[in-house]
């Protein structure tokens, strides 16, 4: 059985990111869908939430110093 060829290559995405930082805007990830279409995200990236996990430790490290 042979392989279908690839909707993108990498040398797309590169190309699209570069055109997007060319126009001196903030690139924040890039979609990429089943049919190929590449989407370049702008804009700050969102915040993960934080679990209480992390908000714990970044107390600790605060006080540690």
């Known amino acids: 059985m042979a392989r279908t060829p690839a909707a993108f290559r990498q040398a797309d ?5 570069k055109a997007v930082r060319a126009a001196q805007i903030a690139v924040s990830g890039v ?3 089943p049919d190929g ?5 702008t804009g ?5 939430p934080s679990s209480p996990f992390d908000d ?10």
Do not use: D, G
Request: no cysteine.
């Open 37 to 41: 279409t590449i989407r370049v995200l």
């Open 13 to 17: 995405v590169v190309r699209a990111v």
């Open 31 to 33: 979609e990429i869908t």
């Open 56 to 65: 714990w430790k970044q107390k600790r490290h605060a006080n540690a110093s």
């Open 44 to 48: 700050t990236a969102p915040e993960a």
